[in-house]
């Protein structure tokens, strides 16, 4: 290759202007560059349509003045010999465009008018395919040498780059856009998160308040219910005594009180004081079930390293007699060496609850009644299992264990305080969690408790 046009292509191709993704101003380059170096009279570059149906010229270089993007283009179904040689991707050289069977088609049209004589089209290639062409067109008949189609070739090639470079930076702007976009887009949708979250806590907020109200006012009647009972009936075996011994009175004054009348009414009166005395020891148990239930959390206890498989063993002596009266068998599956942080005494309560809860609503036959006690414990928490072989329980009783005042018995004196006791005690004080469902047969409660408490002790 002559030297001249090797400086130019060592030029060109360090020139940063290529890489820089501007398509018009490496068209100006290259086409410049072989004006120059080839001496020739036009120069242009023309890109297919994806379609391959078209060719339109983006820059032409006409007698050293530029064009870019010039309204030309020409259509394969206008030039057909011509497209079928650009299908296959070699160079087109016509010394005499007008009598080159693949160029002969632009005489008359293109050739012609504009004086062109000689032309030499080499293919664009782009991610492997061709998808143009520099074209060199020379007024006067030119025989194109082996370095003037290189050189042309080399030029090519090097708007192969530009293209890349070109199809780079469209793509960074798109994918900056797209992120512009995905920026506005998720502050949006943060915003709305934030509102929505800001409405959930604020409706989650005043749900609970309302569940709170409404659990104390169930809370309310149900202490309200609860008393009401034995005083109303103490109150009502009082007016009964008071009526009765003004009766006892008027008839000592009026000298007509009889042996047997004085025997009647003294008994009368008798009964009503121990209805009275027995209610109002009924209300003084249910006020101190209210205490106890109350003060779960808001007592200050200590905590104390228990180990269970002594502890438990010690709870279950002090209910024998329980046991006993309701037949039930107790078996325990403790690990020797497991030892927790909990309170002696409020642990010993809610064991005692669970396993009285169990002998009282758990069992309705003769069946053989057991109560199996397991523990277990892992990394960070340790379990309490009490299940029972009973009746189990239906979803109703299930979702309502733990309300206040609720149980299935209260003809038979129940209060329904003893699962809520032990649900405050476990959720306050032991810092845990606890579950009931039914299994195969008979019911499970399963405390869940931290192996280390949080304490507020100095």
């Known amino acids: 290759m002559l030297t001249n046009l090797h400086d130019i292509l060592f030029n060109i191709s360090r020139n940063p202007d290529v890489d820089k993704g501007d398509l018009m101003a490496s068209s100006r380059l290259l086409l410049s560059s072989i004006a120059q170096g080839l001496e020739i009279d036009r120069a242009s570059v023309w890109l297919l349509s994806d379609d391959r149906m078209q060719m339109r010229c983006i820059y032409l270089l006409d007698c050293a003045e530029h064009h870019p993007e010039p309204n030309m283009a020409l259509a394969r179904a206008d030039f057909p010999r011509y497209f079928a040689a650009l299908d296959g991707e070699r160079n087109i050289v016509a010394s005499d465009a007008?009598?080159?069977?693949?160029?002969?088609?632009?005489?008359?049209?293109?050739?012609?008018?504009?004086?062109?004589?000689?032309?030499?089209?080499?293919?664009?290639?782009?991610?492997?395919?061709?998808?143009?062409?520099?074209?060199?067109?020379?007024?006067?008949?030119?025989?194109?040498?082996?370095?003037?189609?290189?050189?042309?070739?080399?030029?090519?090639?090097?708007?192969?780059?530009?293209?890349?470079?070109?199809e780079r930076v469209r793509y960074q702007n798109e994918l900056e856009q797209l992120n512009s976009g995905l920026e506005q887009i998720v502050s949006q949708?943060?915003?709305?998160?934030?509102?929505?979250?800001?409405q959930l806590q604020q409706?989650?907020?005043?749900?609970?308040?309302?569940?709170?109200?409404?659990?104390?006012?169930?809370?309310?009647?149900?202490?309200?219910?609860?008393?009401?009972?034995?005083?109303?009936?103490?109150?009502?075996?009082?007016?009964?005594?008071?009526?009765?011994?003004?009766e006892l009175e008027q008839l000592f004054h009026a000298n007509q009180l009889t042996r047997q009348r004085f025997a009647h009414n003294g008994n009368a009166i008798k009964n009503?004081?121990?209805?009275?005395?027995?209610n109002l020891q009924r209300t003084v148990d249910l006020v101190n079930s209210f205490k106890q239930t109350a003060a779960a959390s808001s007592e200050q206890k200590k905590a104390e390293n228990l180990q269970l498989n002594r502890f438990i063993p010690d709870v279950l002596s002090s209910i024998e007699s329980i046991l006993k009266q309701h037949h039930v068998e107790v078996q325990i599956h403790i690990p020797e060496s497991m030892q927790v942080q909990s309170y002696a005494s409020p642990l010993a309560l809610i064991l005692t609850r669970l396993i009285e809860n169990a002998c009282v609503h758990a069992f309705n036959t003769e069946q053989k009644r057991q109560v199996?006690?397991?523990?277990?414990?892992?990394?960070?928490?340790?379990?309490?299992?009490?299940?029972?072989?009973?009746?189990?329980?239906?979803?109703?009783?299930?979702?309502?264990?733990?309300?206040?005042?609720?149980?299935?018995?209260?003809?038979?004196?129940?209060?329904?305080?003893?699962?809520?006791?032990?649900?405050?005690?476990?959720?306050?004080?032991?810092?845990?969690?606890?579950?009931?469902?039914?299994?195969?047969?008979?019911?499970?409660?399963?405390?869940?408790?931290?192996?280390?408490?949080?304490?507020?002790?100095?």
């Open 372 to 458: 199996i006690i397991r523990t277990s414990q892992n990394k960070h928490s340790w379990q309490l299992e009490v299940r029972d072989n009973g009746r189990g329980m239906d979803k109703h009783e299930l979702a309502r264990a733990f309300e206040p005042f609720f149980t299935t018995r209260r003809s038979a004196g129940a209060k329904g305080l003893g699962l809520t006791l032990v649900f405050n005690l476990v959720s306050h004080l032991l810092q845990g969690e606890i579950s009931l469902h039914n299994a195969d047969t008979g019911c499970v409660v399963t405390l869940n408790c931290p192996l280390q408490l949080t304490t507020n002790e100095p």
């Open 272 to 278: 009503c004081i121990a209805m009275v005395n027995a």
């Open 98 to 166: 007008h009598q080159h069977p693949q160029t002969s088609e632009f005489s008359a049209c293109y050739l012609t008018p504009l004086q062109i004589c000689s032309m030499l089209d080499t293919p664009i290639h782009h991610h492997g395919a061709m998808v143009g062409i520099i074209c060199l067109e020379h007024c006067q008949a030119k025989l194109w040498n082996n370095d003037e189609i290189t050189f042309a070739s080399f030029l090519a090639d090097i708007y192969g780059r530009a293209l890349s470079a070109s």
């Open 203 to 246: 409706t989650q907020h005043r749900l609970i308040e309302v569940e709170k109200m409404a659990s104390l006012g169930r809370l309310v009647a149900g202490i309200a219910h609860e008393i009401n009972t034995p005083l109303g009936i103490a109150v009502t075996a009082n007016s009964h005594a008071e009526a009765t011994l003004l």
């Open 189 to 198: 949708r943060t915003q709305q998160l934030t509102q929505s979250l800001e």
